[in-house]
């Protein structure tokens, strides 16, 4: 296994640099507001939802924050243990470590610290998508009676960016676990076919949510521009990009 360079300073400030990055990932992948009712949705009836039954996201999504949680309570245990080395501490090391060795390498490697930083960053785009939508800002597609159009904040920016929020976060959750010098790469690695088929089913939910997020860009864009007319065209021409500045 290859290691990139570290940073120089001591793997203790990864703790709380990763609690930081979880909570704000965990907080901004959990439902702000409450499905909405069935004739809020009505006016995207006739538009195929590319995203998954919300009864199987919602659930998944639970499933997937217990596991950014697990992963930050284990890499800090991981640390802990190697930084101050007691018999405890080895006993820790064996339960939570497939190659206890390993430890003496969970450090702040670019790629890691690359991670936590796209989460961090995620987190704060999305979240500020909810604090502009406020009430309206629902997971499923809808349009509440007396909504009007948000066009401040991210919005300002692209039309569609709790969706980059979302992509951004993923990416970082996917370095930040799977990338070297993390407890997942350094302690349990993938000499185990079930460590091959957990990061499997992670990469494809986190490569795959984003992009059926993204798949609704048409169908939002068509709803608004019916149900704002002229507010949504100049709004479209002032802001021309969907997702990313410049480039779409």
Known sequence: MMWLPTIAFSPLVKI?????GTYLAVTAQSP????PKPEESKKFDGHK???????????GVKIQNAIYWFNFLCEASVIIATQHPTPLSSSILSAISLHPSGAEHVSATPIWLTGCTLMHLGSFIRLSCYRALGKNFTWELSVKQGQTLVTSGPYAVVRHPSYVGALTIYTGVLLTIFGSGSWFSECIGWDTLASKLFT???ASWALGIPMMLMGRVNQE???????????????AERVPYRLFPYIY
């Open 16 to 20: 709380p640099f990763l609690f930081s």
């Open 200 to 202: 499997g089913v992670c």
């Open 32 to 35: 702000p507001n409450p499905p």
């Open 221 to 235: 864009d068509d709803v608004l521009r019916r149900e704002f007319g002229e507010k949504w065209e100049a709004y």
């Open 49 to 59: 939802d590319t995203m998954v039954p919300p009864v199987i996201m919602r659930n």
